[in-house]
């Protein structure tokens, strides 16, 4: 183009040009990555802010052993500070449950908090030594209950008693990016004959067998090297090895 528009090309000119064409190049190529990363970068950004601004929990209260239930809930209302009163997650919560359901899961907005109360007027005793199953249809409020119990939810009036220590195997299960053994014993002493009756009576003898290293295999972020069974039996061996006095199983 240069040289087109009657222009003599010569050395001092060609060579500076070259060298300064070369050095543009790489800014060029990487150009796109950069809108692409600062895209991901203000996603990022805003998610921080939205969990930095999110309202924080209340400390639970010290465990009382000699509480005369194994966990008391009184008088309770609960919500989640995430959904605003009109998402259409809460409506579609609110069409799904029968009139049966209606005292557990509710659509009534909590005049101090300006969230909604998810779950109301939850009285519970749980005894000591017992067997308790909660039945109901899907989006009735099954989980937000056990989220109430273990103090995963907001609660704006009334009380929650724990007389005993806590295990709880979440609906959907959490893996660490550790071995197999290391999610199972999530930071407790090491007790080998405690260990293989739990792997045995979480039938994950099988699942051990297929892995060339055992229990000792790595797993991937998010257990991504694991079937969803794999997953769900693993989050189950961690709470029964956990040996706490109440083991809270969501649908494991």
Same mark, same amino acid.
């Given at each position: 183009?240069y040289?087109?528009?009657g ?11 070259l060298?300064?064409?070369?050095g ?12 692409s ?6 996603v990022s ?15 639970l ?13 009184k ?23 029968t009139?049966?359901?209606?005292p ?8 101090? #908090?300006?969230?909604? !109360?998810? /779950?109301?007027?939850?009285?519970? &005793?749980?005894? =000591?030594g017992?067997? %308790? ?9 099954k ?16 009380t ?14 959490w893996?660490?990016n550790? #071995?197999?053994?290391? !999610?199972? /014993?999530?930071?407790?002493?090491f &007790?080998e004959? =405690?260990?293989w009756? %739990? ?13 060339a ?7 991937g ?10 997953k769900?039996?693993l ?6 090895y956990?040996?706490a ?8």
């Amino acid at each position: 183009m240069y040289a087109a528009l009657g222009n003599e090309l010569r050395a001092e000119v060609v060579f500076p040009a070259l060298a300064l064409f070369t050095g543009l190049r790489v800014p060029l190529l990487i150009l796109p990555f950069i809108y692409s990363q600062a895209g991901d970068a203000y996603v990022s950004c805003k998610r921080i802010e939205e969990f930095l601004l999110s309202e924080d929990l209340a400390p639970l209260p010290p465990m009382k052993p000699k509480h005369p239930y194994a966990l008391s809930i009184k008088d309770a209302d609960f919500y989640w500070d995430q959904l605003p009163p009109n998402s259409s997650d809460s409506e579609g919560a609110s069409r799904d449950t029968t009139e049966e359901d209606q005292p557990l899961l509710s659509g009534q907005e909590n005049a101090v #908090t300006g969230d909604i !109360n998810f /779950l109301r007027n939850i009285d519970l &005793d749980i005894s =000591r030594g017992s067997l %308790v199953a909660i039945v109901g249809p899907v989006g009735s409020g099954k989980s937000s209950l056990l989220q109430g119990m273990v103090g995963n939810m907001m609660m704006s009036r009334g009380t929650v008693v724990r007389g005993a220590t806590i295990g709880y195997a979440s609906q959907t299960p959490w893996i660490q990016n550790a #071995t197999i053994r290391d !999610n199972i /014993l999530f930071d407790t002493p090491f &007790d080998e004959n =405690r260990y293989w009756k %739990v792997i045995k009576a979480c039938s994950l003898e099988k699942d051990l067998s297929t892995f060339a290293k055992g229990d000792l295999t790595e797993i991937g972020e998010r257990g991504v090297n694991l079937s969803g069974g794999q997953k769900a039996r693993l989050s189950l061996a961690r709470s029964v090895y956990y040996n706490a006095d109440i083991i809270i199983m969501d649908d494991p």
